[in-house]
Structure formats: C-alpha cells, structure tokens
C-alpha cells in the first residue's frame, strides 16, 4: 500500500533533510528575534469560512465529528494565529513576532511542487502598521534563502500592494464586492490564457494590463524599495502589480517569491492583513507575515545539492568478545548513554569479526571490548579511525570519549 496520493513519508535521510531545513528556519527566526508557537491541527470549519478566499475552502479536508461538529484539517496558518492572538493581544508586548513550522493539508491536485499536505514556515509581526513591519519580513525571508546558499541569481521577491489596486478599483467605482473575483483574475494572470483573464476584467482589461506592463510610480513602493536598499538586499527584489494573492484578507503590500529560473512554483508568500484579526473580536489590530513551504524550497536545495545533511557518527560500539553479553558490560552500556553518548551493541551472539564489522558499518569512532578484565575496572578501547587499541581504566572512559568529541 502506498501513502495516499500527495502525503509523504519520511525515511530516515527525508527526514533528516526536513529537520535540517527547519533547524535553518529556526535560528534564522531567532536573529530576528521571533519566537515559536503552535496551534491545533483540527480547527472548526468556520474559522476559514470566516476569511480565507474561496480558493482555500474549496480543498479543505473536513469532516463531522463524533460531536457533530464541521471540523476542518488546517489548511494554512493564519486564521489560526489571528484566532490565537485576538484572544491574549492584550498580555502580549507589541509587536509581536512569532513563527511557526506547522503541517498543512490541502486538498489540491498534487503535482511538482504542491501536495496535499506539506509544513510551512509561517512568520508574522502582529501590532505595528509601520511598512517597517513589512520590510523585516522580506528581510527576514531573503536571509533565509540566503542562509542555505541562494543568491539573487537565483530567486526574486515580487512585491506588490493591494492598496495600489484598491485605489484604482475606488476609481473606477467597481463595488466592493466584485473586488475580490478582480484579485482573483489578476493572481491567475500567469496561468490562464490571455483571453480568459481578458474576460473576467472586463472593461477593465485593457488598462490593468498596460498598467502592468509599464513601470508606475507608487509612493509606498519607492519606501519599500529604499528599506531594502539601505539593507543592500534591492537586488534580491523588484515591483510586479501580477502579484495580489490568491487569499480574501491581504490588504496592503503583499509579495511572492518565486526562482529566477521560473521553473518552480512559488517558494513563498505573504502580505499585510489588516483587517483580518477585527474579524476575530473587533479590535483594529494590524497584522503582516508570510509563509514559506518546505516542498518547493526542498525540491530547489536538492537540484542545487546545498543542504544534505549527514547522520551524527556512533560514539561507541560494545563488542562482547565472546559474544556472551554480561551484566557488568551491559551496566557500563547504560551508564555510557546516561553521559550522553550513543552506544549500540549486537542483540544476537555474535562472532568477534562480525561485531567488528558492525561497528565499521555504523560508523563508530571506538569499539568497547568487554572482556573478563572488566571485572577489575578495565576495559579496552578501538580507535575506529586511528585503529589504536588500548587498555583503559572503567572510571576514566567517559573523560577519554569527551576529549576526543
Ligand atoms: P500561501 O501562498 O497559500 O500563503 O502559501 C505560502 C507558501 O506555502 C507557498 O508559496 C508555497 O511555498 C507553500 N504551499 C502552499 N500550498 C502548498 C501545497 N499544496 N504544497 C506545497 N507547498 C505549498 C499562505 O498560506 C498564507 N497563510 C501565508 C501567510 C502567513 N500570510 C501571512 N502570514
């Protein structure tokens, strides 16, 4: 049987590539001072009904519960965080910046690049209106590609602002309610035929495209760009009206990232959403973020070998020389793990050359003869790399294992 189409699983080398991924995300989070929080996997349906854009709901996993609830299973971040946030703001100093490395579930067709689940680093800075709060986190997200080894030669935020189009569709005196099909048109500008996105514009058509076509000035964006001019990270991006995302509650400056190459799907999204934790209990609260998958940025490191990661080395293998294991060396085992070191052993009786082995397959920097001389505290040692075998006493292993870490 197979894992269900778009789910993963995990083998020891995957798994070791995604804790090293998210080792990344971790300290580069911690440079910017964010902490680390979570929030259930389960969440009632209406908590996205409530804001996330048709696009989302239409591929949530939900279903009724034993108690008759509409449960759903998260299919992003946000709501909760703003769900979390609107019920302590006040405890909290602002602004508050916090990240989280949850796994999403998307019921999406599952090709290169997207699944129907995956974890997403999500960070956000709650409680600061200031564009500041906006360039931190493109800043944020350019150190973390950058921290793995990618180069502006290699990916480009694409920073555009709802407010931009807000104010054109004020203009033209488009209701309120159609802009939300508007953003839609525009967010799929990429992947649709020109015709269709032509047809949803409407009249409009033609002077959205020229407008995105042709360079603009935009007051907000040239603060933008100088923020991240003064940080000499400009180069990494550059102003593209295509981009107003796919979700119902972005409201200000709102950004992609995607490779240079244009070969993968986005590596990462974001904006500001205002409006979104008013929802939750009324407060104005200003709120921005962005998430960034590990499917996308994986599938890139690896093509581009820059994060593999390796398993630690055994620190010692215990060989029972006559393959009969014995309570004082099985003692010294457990006292060994107890300092903090690995230590494996064979579970079967086992000829000497074959436990040898053993111990060159995994890796061992020493292996531990237990022979009768243990009896009088003394134990001999294998230097795996060196091949040096040596007496030692019992109460000076541990010592002589941490020297040589
Ligand atoms: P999003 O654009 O839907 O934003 O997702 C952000 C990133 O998550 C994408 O750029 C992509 O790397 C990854 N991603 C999304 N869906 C999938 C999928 N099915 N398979 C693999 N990777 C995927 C949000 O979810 C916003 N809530 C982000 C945010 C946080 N905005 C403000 N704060």
Redesign the pocket.
Known sequence: MQPLPGFRDFYPPDFAFRQLLFSRWREICRRFNFVEYDGPVLESLELYQKKSGEEILNQIYHFLDKGNRIVALRP???PTLARMIEAHYKEYKKPIKWFSIPQ?F?Y?RAQK????E?F?L?C?IIGEADLEADIELMNLAIDILRSFGLGKEDFIVRISDRQFWSEFLTKKGVAIEEWYQFFQAIDKIERDPKEEIERRLGGLAKEVFELIEKPCYWERFDVVLEGLRHRKLEEYARIDLRIV???AYYTGIVY?IFDKAGKF???????R?DDLLKLFGGEDIPA??????D???GEILKEKRLLEPSFPRLDVYVVFPEGKKNALGLLLIEQLRSSGFSVEFSFHPLKMKKQLAQAQSLNARFALFVTEKIAEGFVELKNMDERKQFVIPVEQLVGFLEKKE
């Open positions: 992003e971040m946000t999403l998307r999406e690049g997207r699944l129907r995956h997403q999500n956000d995302r796919g979700l992609e799907r986005a590596i990462a999204g974001g904006g959403y921005a973020g962005f998430g960034m998958g499917v996308v940025l």
